[in-house]
């Protein structure tokens, strides 16, 4: 099939993974984030985008929302963004209301989330088989603007440095990590 198509073997399986998941769950649909109608749409396209990117198949994805929370009230981690983006695009939190200045753009907001829910898989990838983390060693805990740079330019296809999320995480991810309402 790659060979036919022009396709990579990476495209091809991503693509089949990305099928598979919206097939059989509701936190995910098929499709370019960027070319969603819909708030929701653009949550579910990007949840989608980030789940494909995984190693491997997520173990016990729910259906839906409602099963994604354990009895516990652990939330699955195949529907962190999705929980996280309904949050900040649908439900509108009255602490992220524009008290003058420039309002956060959500959907930047919500792909950087996803871009460093990405990095925390990879991270914890390669934990789990014994590997080092790239970088200094007192950076390799937190997820850097260019841990963020590198990963968003391969998740994305996009070119950025790490120096053009200085102003994004000072004026789109900060105030919204501050209002500390509702998300832990």
């Known amino acids: 099939m790659a060979a036919k ?10 693509t089949v993974k990305a099928e598979r998941l ?3 769950s509701s936190l995910y649909e098929l499709g370019s984030p960027d070319g969603a109608t819909s708030d929701e749409s653009f949550i579910l396209k990007l949840n989608t985008l980030v789940g494909s990117r995984q190693l491997g198949y997520p173990k016990g994805t729910p259906a839906d929302i409602a ?18 983006g309904k949050w900040l695009m649908i439900d509108e939190p009255p602490e992220l209301i524009s008290k003058g200045g420039k309002k956060p753009d959500p959907r930047t907001v919500l792909k950087c989330t996803g871009t460093c829910l990405l990095e925390r898989h990879f991270r914890y990838q390669k934990d789990k088989k014994g590997l080092k ?18 990963r968003w330019n391969k998740l994305f296809e996009d070119t950025t440095k790490a120096s053009d999320f200085d102003a994004r995480l000072k004026s789109e991810l900060l105030p919204i990590c501050r209002t500390g309402s509702g998300v832990n």
């Not at 652990?74 to 962190?80: G, Q």
């Not at 983390?133 to 590198?150: Q, Y």
Request: aromatic share 2%.
């Open 5 to 14: 198509t022009g396709l990579t073997a990476t495209t091809v399986v991503r």
């Open 22 to 24: 919206a097939t059989n």
């Open 67 to 84: 099963s994604a929370v354990s009895e516990n009230g652990i939330l699955h981690p195949a529907a962190e963004l999705v929980a996280f």
């Open 133 to 150: 983390n790239n970088g200094r060693e007192n950076r390799t805990k937190g997820i850097t603007k260019h841990d963020v740079s590198l």
